[in-house]
């Protein structure tokens, strides 16, 4: 088991790498900032010269993968890391420093069992994109087919689990504090975190979410999933169909070639909406580098690591909250929040609907680029705040989507407005979902179910079982052992440090979703 110091040591390592970079300076300059993390940011450049110019990509990319996919994230979004980082940021996507082929072919053949030959007739060692936990090279296949070869970096398990490790030794401290930070659970947080993490580094799930999501997508011909070859699949090596397009990060190129930013930007939305809302099951990394318009005008997606799920009932309060929020029916909305117990019920259904009109009616009408993102935030915060509102972290992902989502959106066509684009789309979901006809359906359907548990109904009453809330049930959390209080000027160091470092951490990962 890892000790407490070597928790310290990476969280003051990493804040010392960001310091290095100047990465911490808009973190401490922030007012939003909780002070006890301004003051850690202050210990951690303290001997450090600032760069001239911030370079966040090369500090993120020193600290390792998970970093690395926070820095993914927030580069979708300039109206709140401003356009400099945001443009900085980029280079996290695709443009990494590759491992050498001379290591990735022995990888690749102990995957499949067998010489690169069996399967390939060539493979170009330069990779065409270097992420952080993968890169892809370009092959042919002994049939002739172009294909596009997905390797995990060797060693990027194990990194990963180092982080992963830190990260809930950091949360289980900072829930300790009790308050607003135990309101937020950071270690459940973290637990989700790590389950999307080991989901991403099994590429025998990635193939079969994309298989998946491409019998899905069906419905939506202007978006595409590329086939995937299974013969040439395994944990590590995923071999999926060449797609010859251009990156949406490319926006110059896509109006050169003839391509509409405005109409991709439609297809985004409505695929997004499909995915989230019909389906339940959603592409969960829609930056730049994951997206391509292809040359007859489709919008294609690959790397189908994290993919999200929620259940029906949630899908439902999600797509009436959204339409509440397009139409400005917040009482409905606020409705829904208790219904799903994201709001305690000893709150008044009305005071919340008047809170959420406050933060809803200043932005409606309004295109994105006009809408102060940090105000509109800081506000919704504070109305979890003043609800007893705990963080839902089966939904942080979705959440983390539709944000990214929106960024892309908004670089393809600045003067978007999320919500009229995606009105149509849900009126008629809802209407269809929640109309007279679904209704009397779902109710025949519920009569027959309830009929059938009717031999249940004792024990359960008998062990008091309660009704299930919007959230499914949590994964295991993490055994931590936590530094023990004790006497004197030892216990009141090993608090401060353990306290303002966790804080640190737990900042980064609730900002990364």
Known sequence: MTTAATHLYRLLKWGRTLARHGALQGIEAD??????????????????????????AAALQEIGPAAIKLGQALATRPDLVGPVAAANLLQLQDDLPPEPFARIKPAIEAELGGPVEQYFTSIDPEPVGAASIAQVHRAVTTEGREVAIKVLRPGVEEEFARAVETYEWAAAHVELLGGEAE???????VAYFKQWVRR???LTREAASASELKQNMIAEPGFYVPEIDWRRTARRVLTLEWLDGIKLSRRDELIAAGHDPRAIAAILIRAFLRQAVIDGFF???????????????RLA??????????????????????YGLITGNYRRVAEIHFEAQYVPGHHDVAEFATAL???????????????????MLDNLFAITRDFDMQTQPHLLLLQKTMVMEEGVATYLDPDINMWEAAEPFLKEWIRGELGPEAYYADRIVAA??????????????????????????????????????????????????????????????????
């Open 31 to 56: 007012p939003l900032t909780p002070p006890n993390v301004r003051r850690l940011c202050r210990v951690a450049r303290f001997g450090t010269r600032p760069p001239a110019e911030v370079d966040y």
């Open 283 to 297: 592409h969960a990394d829609l930056h730049q580098g994951n997206l391509f318009v292809l040359p007859d005008g």
């Open 301 to 322: 997606a690959i790397d189908f690591g994290i993919m999200g799920r929620i259940n029906r009932q949630a899908r439902m309060w999600l797509a009436e909250i959204l």
């Open 200 to 202: 991403e580094l099994d």
């Open 357 to 375: 009109r406050a933060v809803g009616e200043p932005i409606r009408g309004l295109p994105v680029k006009d809408i102060s993102i940090g105000r």
């Open 448 to 513: 027959v179910r309830a009929f059938k548990k009717i031999p249940h109904l004792v024990d359960k009453i008998d062990a008091q079982y309660p009704e299930p809330g919007a959230a499914p049930p949590p994964p295991p959390l993490a055994n931590i052992a936590v530094i023990q209080p004790r006497r004197g000027l030892g216990y009141a160091l090993t608090a401060l440090l353990a306290a303002g470092a966790g804080a640190a951490a737990t900042v980064a990962i609730i900002r990364l979703f």
């Open 183 to 189: 309101r937020l659970r950071p270690r459940l947080v």
